[in-house]
């Protein structure tokens, strides 16, 4: 009976399709009707011309578009309060998936009161964003950032991040189309072989000895140590990236240094391997496997150096936003309009307190680690080791023993500086270490002299860059060619001065660097 109406009423008809025998909890006359109790005992009848049991999702998601004005305007109070209702029941319903949704191509109610595809629209999880709602149709007040998000709104938060994707590359601009975004991240099968990596590279000291040496090849000639010690309570936790980096919003260790990176080593960082540093024989340890050992304190590595921002997630399960398996990450350029403290200032206040504002381009690096909680442990598949205030300090008490030979044998860096920021926001120096290279049998200098880590450390008679070679190919042809005897070489005396709790102590060393001959060539 495809052109039929049924009674719908004591005065109104419907079509069959229009019409059930139990209705749902969503008032939805004059659009859908429930059979009139007078006419249940014709049921059978009824049955057969096309009246249905019960109304479903469909149904209302049918009203919705009989509901939307052709001419896109907002609608009546009645029928908004309609559409709310049914808004509300889709969203509630249990059995109704998300992808379900897609494929209906929900409308829902935007801020003004008009009907729009779902898909067009953004649900405010930044009411901090006054400004950036105003670019984007956003979905009225009173539906619930969950029931939107089923429907297939999309979070304002992801789509400031996300605005200006071009299609079929991973570009993309924030606030603007000047400001580049893009999905950043190593690309192997992650948590699994991350904490294979772990195995080998055991926590302790042995973490910020390789962020120095790494600062040291990349020609830093400081760096500085920050355990930022206040707790979760002192930190907002609504302004972030997503609703899931509030997990790691309390203590954090960041270790900075004043070089800053090219392209090649934010490349050469998200490659979990050793690849890179293979090929460059001058360096110790730029961004091989130990830089992997930092997944022992966190799950989020942050890192900031230029004009760029990098947040890493392994895990790609919506921790970071735009992170996906093949590019778990995300890298911001953060100059040139976009405002990141001014549109997530709860999630960049504390980077200040380590020297990077993100108002202007950072001159060096900052790797910032936020500590895994006992709640981020149970879920990580990287390491179950939480990693607190009191482990980060018996780290940095580790440190401190060996603070003095690792600075020995640095070729560029002169100073270490460990400090912490305590939850009343007081700072404590914990130690100072530095060292000062002369040739041998230089005058002795005094430990002030040292401290104030004046002197740079790499000398001209360098043996490595004696030697030359602008390649690996090229260095080792040289060092072939070169007879023994003339092998480069370099005698100095390195001074180290080491202040912690008002003391300061000096000593000085004769060191002797060479390139090797003999059985050592032969095996290069």
Known sequence: CPSGYVAAGATRFARPDDVAFFGGDVATAPYLHRVPPDLACFRHFLEAVGVRKRFGPADYAGVLQRLKRPDGAPLARDDLDLALRLVFA??????????????????????????RPCRELVFDDAPWL???????????????????????????????LDRGLAAGTEKASIFGDAVEAEAFGQRESLTRRLAHILQLYPEGSGILNELVQNADDAGASEVRVLLDA???????????????????????LCVSNDAGFTESDWRNLVRVGQGSKLENFRTTGRFGLGFNSVYH?????????????????????????????????????????????????DQFASWAACGCDLEKPLDG??????????AAAATSEISKQHYGVAEAEALLEQFEAQATSVLLFLRHVRAVTVTVLRDDG??????????????????????????????????????????????????????????????PKRLAKVTVAFEARGAVAVEAYAVSSCVGGGAARAMA
């Open 90 to 115: 889709l969203g509630a319903d249990a059995s109704l998936t998300a992808e379900k949704c897609v494929d209906m191509d929900v409308v829902a109610p935007d801020e003004a009161g008009a009907l």
């Open 130 to 160: 006054r400004d950036a709602k105003a670019d984007f149709r956003v979905t009225h007040p009173t539906v619930a950032a969950a029931h939107a998000k089923k429907l297939g709104a999309r979070s304002l938060r992801r789509a400031l």
């Open 230 to 252: 206040r707790s979760a309570a002192t930190r907002g936790a609504q302004s972030l990236l997503s609703a899931g980096l509030a997990a790691w919003q309390g203590p954090a």
């Open 297 to 345: 304190l966190t799950d989020v590595p942050q890192v900031a150096s230029g004009d760029h921002v990098l947040f890493l997630d392994p895990h790609a399960d919506g921790l970071v936003p735009g992170a996906t398996p093949q590019r778990p990450g995300l890298r911001v350029k953060f100059t040139g309009g976009a405002d990141l403290p001014a549109a997530f200032p």
């Open 365 to 374: 690096t900052l790797f910032r680690l936020p500590l895994r909680s006992r």
């Open 426 to 487: 007081e700072r404590e120096t914990v130690f100072r270490a530095a060292a000062r290279e002369d040739p041998l049998g230089s005058p002795d200098v005094d430990g002030a002299a040292v401290l104030a880590g004046d002197a740079p450390r790499a000398s001209a008679d360098d043996p490595l860059a004696a030697l030359g070679g602008a390649t690996k190919a090229e260095f080792y042809a040289r060092l072939l060619a070169t007879p023994e005897a003339s092998l």
